[in-house]
């Protein structure tokens, strides 16, 4: 835990410094996971801020704290939201979320039918994920575009990948499709919101006030 107030924003040219450091620490923090990660260069890094691509967190003195960006695949049909990274001195203290929620925000609002997917070995990422509304899915149900799976020949885990003929890995593929959530939308039954100050919450008491007292007067009758 740690005091840090972060700024949490689509990134730009003015963050295009950050993205040597981001991408040392993406590899380092895969290195000591000892998981499979696929690799990015700064000039890809640079290149997602300049489109408005990413999203980044900085502490209020403007150190690097966090990073995550977008990519499109099957021309717009999926977008993943890939190479999420806290700066370790920095973690546990809810920073990842902020990041999540900015980069699913972002992807909503230039995207709004894309079905956003991500893959994770990582249990924070996938309660984040499942927050979000992410579902975990077969790798069947992600993107065939061929260029989003050739990002994981970099990946320690690769030969694994193509061992299942791209059908299975040790990454969980978690999906939001926003189709799917509109039809269940639309499924579910009206619910009333039992708001304290509402009328209908003001006459339901009544009824049960007034079923209570002749409750307990045809008592006192009685006894
Ligand atoms: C994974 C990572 C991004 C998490 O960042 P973070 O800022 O520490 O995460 P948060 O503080 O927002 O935690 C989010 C949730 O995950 C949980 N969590 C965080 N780290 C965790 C861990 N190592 N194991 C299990 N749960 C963890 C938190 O308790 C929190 O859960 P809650 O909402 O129920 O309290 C960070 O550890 C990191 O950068 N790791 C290296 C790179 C990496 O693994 N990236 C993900 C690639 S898919």
């Known amino acids: 835990m740690n005091n840090n107030t972060f700024i949490v924003c689509v990134a730009d040219e003015q963050h295009t ?10 590899a380092e923090s895969a290195k000591a996971r000892g ?8 000039e890809y890094i640079l290149q997602k801020m300049q489109e408005g691509k990413a999203v980044i967190a900085l502490t ?18 999926y977008v993943a939201n890939s190479g999420l990274i806290v700066s370790p001195q920095f973690r546990k203290s809810g920073l ?25 070995t990582g249990l924070a990422v996938m309660k984040i994920n499942s927050d979000l509304g992410y579902e975990p899915v077969t790798y069947s149900e992600l ?37 799917e959530k509109e039809i269940r ?6 619910k009333h919101s039992f708001n304290k100050e509402s009328k ?8 049960k006030q007034i079923s209570f007292l002749k409750n307990l007067k045809e008592n006192i009758k009685i006894f």
């Not at 410094?17 to 993406?26: L, Q, Y």
């Not at 998981?35 to 700064?42: E, L, N």
């Not at 209908?200 to 009824?207: A, G, V, Y």
């Open 17 to 26: 410094r950050f993205a040597e450091i981001i991408c040392t620490e993406m």
């Open 35 to 42: 998981t499979g990660i696929a690799k990015r260069t700064p």
């Open 60 to 77: 209020s003195v403007g150190t690097w704290a966090g990073f995550c960006y977008i990519e499109t695949w099957g021309h717009g049909e």
């Open 96 to 120: 990842a979320k902020m990041i999540k929620e900015k980069i699913f925000e972002l992807s909503r609002s230039k995207y709004p039918h894309a079905k956003i997917f991500g893959l994770t």
């Open 143 to 179: 993107t065939n575009d061929d260029e989003f799976w050739k990002g994981c020949q970099s990946c320690v885990n690769y030969d694994i990948l193509m061992s299942k003929e791209r059908k299975n890995c040790l990454c969980t593929a978690m999906l939001y499709d926003p189709a």
């Open 185 to 190: 939308k639309k499924a579910e039954p009206v």
């Open 200 to 207: 209908l919450f003001e006459r339901l008491m009544n009824i």
